[in-house]
């Protein structure tokens, strides 16, 4: 199956860390991503990592992978007001195509 | 320059209009995207072209037909849509490496509204 899922809504205060979960069912993904979509906007890729990796940390970043429960998940230090926006983890396999989860939207409040 | 240009910003057509959305990279990106996104909802692949040819079509209806003419160019022309045809329309590139890590680049899209 493809199917992604996410937590629909994290509200954060200004400060604190976020963590957004991700769940997915297709074990044969190649690399996972996280994207980032402000209102009105497209969307920008903010980190990724390959499937056989557990932990990427990129500045105030980190994605966790647990491969046996299919989960993943995107911590953000320090959350700032300018983080609210949309989240979306993705999937790929060995195609051209992304699959992406069905998002999260993360307010930070002062 | 890693942007993707997107025009018209905003479109507003009828249902028996025809109309086009253009889509230009200039990062030599040999991948292009068309996706589609509803309100609260994450964006669904409609098409990729590779190399200038169609390699995944999502069995989107043919009143969506898009057109590569060429390397730097997408275009998607739109002719009788319906009003749940409106949208967020979103054009991506990466380098086409099937199996290796590619990062897509979007647009900021383009929203059509039909009436």
Redesign the interface.
């Known amino acids: 199956g493809e199917d992604v899922e996410q937590s629909l809504f994290l509200s954060v205060r200004e400060g604190d860390s976020s963590v957004i979960n991700c769940t997915y069912t297709d074990s044969s993904s190649t690399y996972l991503y996280w994207y980032k979509q402000e209102p009105g906007a497209g969307l920008q890729l903010l980190t990724y990592i390959f499937s056989n990796m557990d932990m990427k940390q990129d500045q105030r970043l980190t994605v966790l992978l647990n491969k046996k429960d299919k989960h993943l998940s995107l911590r953000i230090a320090d959350t700032q007001t300018g983080d609210s926006a949309i989240y979306f983890c993705a999937e790929s396999l060995d195609t051209d195509k992304l699959i992406f989860g069905t998002g999260t939207r993360l307010q930070v409040f002062p | 320059d890693t942007e ?1 240009t997107q025009t018209p910003k905003h479109l507003v057509m009828g249902m028996t209009n025809k109309k086009s959305l253009k889509c230009e990279q200039h990062m030599g990106h040999r ?1 292009m ?1 068309w996706y589609k996104q509803k309100a ?4 669904e ?1 409609m098409f ?1 072209y ?1 190399y200038e040819k169609l ?2 079509n999502e069995s989107v209806p043919s009143r969506f037909s898009p057109e590569c003419p060429n390397s730097s160019l997408l275009n998607l022309h739109l002719h009788a849509l319906q009003p749940e045809d409106s949208a967020l329309y ?1 054009c ?1 590139s ?1 380098q ?1 490496l ?2 290796a ?1 590619y ?7 383009t ?1 059509l509204t039909v009436t």
């Open positions: 993707v991948a995207y609260k909802k994450p964006p692949l990729v590779s390699s995944i979103l991506a990466s086409s099937a199996g890590f990062e897509q680049y979007f647009g900021p899209g929203r």
